[in-house]
């Protein structure tokens, strides 16, 4: 079934923003009576589509989320790459997502462009929720530098190029007690030695993704498919 | 380095294809002298741009590849999500892939357009093996129906939604003596009730991937990397 997300409840009617009544109308061609779910706090609700209102039903079971919480941390990249990386990430299950401006960052977005890039993002994020039928949407924080990371709290994991890391699994198999994992990722031309000093001196962990060369958007894909794997039923 | 694949060893010079010296010469930029790797028949060559020819230097010393063989055979999914497909599953290792036609395929590929086709499947596939510094292009086979599949050998994987599949953790960890894995991935649908049990028939396992819902060129992507991951040193 069709799931949205509402940020507002108003006498058992759900609240949508005109972008989902377009979706609704004109992509989705509903009707009057035809039901949906609509996610508000977390919570699902089988509704039904009362005119120009979203009447629920009844709510619906929710699913107990035991999952280890993830905030991935990316440098800027290009909008198609972007674009990916967020709808991967959130199908993945991603719930923070920090974009950093790093050194070797190619792409640059200037400060009053800012709040539009994290509106669109959020949109991305919001639209691969509801496909992926999530109960929540990933935060994407504003635009960060590596030093807002330092009291950052959980397994913390740096993608890196030296010789002295070790694998990912390694890392993963021997830290399964935490419930957080902060997961940073350098831009194409790699984190600068300075930069990795400087996670590795806050507490972050360098490791290896073995001999494959991927391409930087790849990267979190591939990340969260395997913590997905790792921390399987 | 840039790295380029040629089919053909004249006289210690290697010979590219036209859209390759586009590349060196439009692209890159590159002049005279100007060193690039070469591979041919799995071996890699530095080489040198000698004016209209390409000049080997020296052999490189080859990586030894104890690799498992990964199979992937896959619904055919529209152009952008193909595409992605392919350039992904090149960069995480795929070594074949099967694309099949489904019951619940939506997409449909008349049998006088599939030559074309795989030609553009074969160089997306050759791009992504450049741009990864793989030393084998993946093969790309024609489109074949699920019942090709019947004397295939190795470890063989279904993605499934059904009741009483077994985890993906469960299968890999347990046959880790396999060289050869190959999975089938079902269309947006999923595979009929019929597909699913003749594939169980002929060996298949089916797996479940956890309870994400992912869209569908997003599974061959996890798939790749959590064997990636299960398989590193």
């Not at 905030?71 to 709808?87: A, F, S």
């Not at 972050?204 to 591939?222: C, D, H, K």
Request: proline share 3%; aromatic share 6%.
């Amino acid at each position: 079934m069709q799931r949205y997300f509402s940020n507002q409840l108003d006498n058992n009617k759900l609240i949508l923003s005109s972008d989902d009544w377009y979706h609704i109308k004109t992509v989705m061609r509903m009707n009057n009576h035809d039901q949906i779910e609509v996610v508000y706090d977390t919570e699902v609700y089988l509704c039904e589509i009362d005119n120009q209102d979203i009447k629920i039903i009844n709510k619906l079971e929710k699913k107990i989320d035991n999952n280890k919480k993830i905030i991935l941390v990316i440098p800027l990249l290009r909008e198609n790459k972007m674009d990916l990386v967020l709808q991967k990430a959130t199908e993945l299950g991603v719930n923070t997502i920090i974009p950093i401006k790093t050194e070797r960052s190619i792409v640059q977005i200037d400060k009053d462009k800012e709040n539009k890039k994290i509106i669109r993002w959020t949109r991305i994020c919001k639209e691969a929720s509801e496909q992926s039928h999530r109960t929540d949407i990933p935060i994407v924080t504003e635009i960060k530098n590596l030093n807002s990371l330092e009291n950052i709290d959980g397994l913390k994991i740096v993608c890196s190029t030296r010789e002295d890391k070790v694998s990912l699994k390694k890392i993963l198999t021997k830290h399964e007690n935490y419930d957080r994992i902060i997961i940073v990722i350098g831009p194409e031309g790699g984190l600068s030695n300075d930069e990795e000093n400087y996670l590795i001196k806050i507490g972050f962990n360098p490791v290896t993704l073995g001999n494959r060369i991927m391409r930087v958007e790849t990267v979190p894909i591939f990340l969260l498919s395997v913590l997905n794997y790792e921390y399987m039923e």
